[in-house]
């Protein structure tokens, strides 16, 4: 009897089973082969499927690559250098440097940023992919670096500290320093590249202009 009481129970449970899934699977084919299901927008897609990340603006990021960059060779070359060389051949070291880091490593950290290719190139003033694009950008380094002291010395001035005689302690001169000479770069390197973006924009303008004209 307890023998086929067992056998009864466990035929009732493969049934109820067989028809658990039965049930499933038919569920699964009516959802397939709905034809007046209500389309979903992907973003409505995206509210369920997605999970919220924090998205770092792309300004904010391009902006602080060049800032840390220009503060790191500031620390290194100016820094690590002063003490060996002064006055016009410790700009030119520095001037080679900061464009040799911009072309081999803040330029292409940039570019691995980008979303589509050449997206970014509004933000950097050298934009040819040469190999000769070194050279440029030491020249373009050069001509941000004299910005740079130039402002040191024009703030120093205003401070009334002549950088060009010795000072006492009272007399508190603004010195070199990687985080404010970052920012002094980076300022100026977003400047002239927004002039040159700038100029670019109105010799497109009126070429179009003239395209348009001629027609």
Known sequence: MSKNKR???QEAADKSAADYYKLKTDAVERLVNAENAPEVSQAEINRFTSKKKLRIPAWLKITF???WFA?????FFLWGLGMYLQGIELMIVLAIGLGVVTDLLTNRILRR??????AYDKWIMVTTREFW???LNVIYSGAVLYCVFRTYYVINVIMGVDPNVGHTEEEAMLGVE???FGLFYL??????????NTLIKIFR???AKTRGTGK
């Open 7 to 9: 056998k009864a129970n």
């Open 65 to 67: 690559v060049k800032f």
């Open 71 to 75: 503060g790191a060779v500031c620390y």
């Open 113 to 118: 940023f980008e979303p589509t290719e050449r």
């Open 133 to 135: 694009s070194i050279f």
């Open 178 to 180: 990687p985080i404010l």
């Open 187 to 196: 300022g100026f390197d977003i400047l002239l590249i927004l002039v040159k």
């Open 205 to 207: 303008d009126a070429e």
